[in-house]
């Protein structure tokens, strides 16, 4: 699959209900769609780069069997920890709060290993930086411009479970593919 697609898709259904996605929800409570949309993208465009770079290098540096385990294995964990815990963190109104906000979120968060993660397995950091930056923009976006109807809707909990399930399957199946 093209490295844009796929990280488009995950980076999407890893943002649903993530850390980053509640903030943003808490933020747009309070903030213009402006100040989260600027404050935010810049923290996704610094968070995202530093998971590239990252996996990039380890993707360099290690053999494809090596970054694939390690891949699977963090698609895995990050499912778990997802399963098992749920955050919700508020911010206020100015674009620096809420780029802190959204890049503290985003360091080492489900998406940010995901992005290690991908870029390691295509070794494409260029088009899985612009796939990972359009899924995570398009959910902030979303969620900027529906947040309370969002909420109202779909109990956080039950997507974050369902998005953290969606790890640890394609974890498994990144190691089953590794079989065969």
Do not use: H, W
Request: hydrophobic share 55%; net charge positive.
């Amino acid at each position: 699959m093209d490295p844009i697609l796929s990280a488009f898709i995950v980076v999407f259904i890893a943002e649903l209900a993530d850390k980053t996605q509640l903030a943003v929800l808490s933020l747009s409570l309070k903030t213009g769609i402006f100040r989260i949309l600027v404050g935010s993208s810049l923290a996704f465009i610094a968070a995202s780069g530093l998971g590239v770079a990252a996996g990039y290098c380890m993707q360099v540096c290690l053999p494809f069997k090596v970054v694939s385990i390690g891949s699977a294995l963090l698609f895995i964990v990050a499912g778990i920890i997802g399963v098992l815990r749920g955050e919700f963190k508020t911010g206020e109104d100015s674009i620096l709060k809420v780029f802190m906000v959204v890049f503290l979120a985003e360091l080492g968060d489900k998406t940010n290993i995901s992005i290690i993660a991908l870029t390691g397995l295509t070794g494409k950091p260029i088009g899985t930086y612009i796939g990972a930056l359009a899924g995570i923009m398009t959910v902030c976006l979303l969620t900027a411009l529906l947040g309370r109807k969002i909420s109202a809707k779909i109990p956080p909990e039950k997507v974050s479970k369902a998005s953290s399930t969606l790890f640890i399957i394609t974890g498994i199946a990144i190691l089953v593919s590794l079989l065969f």
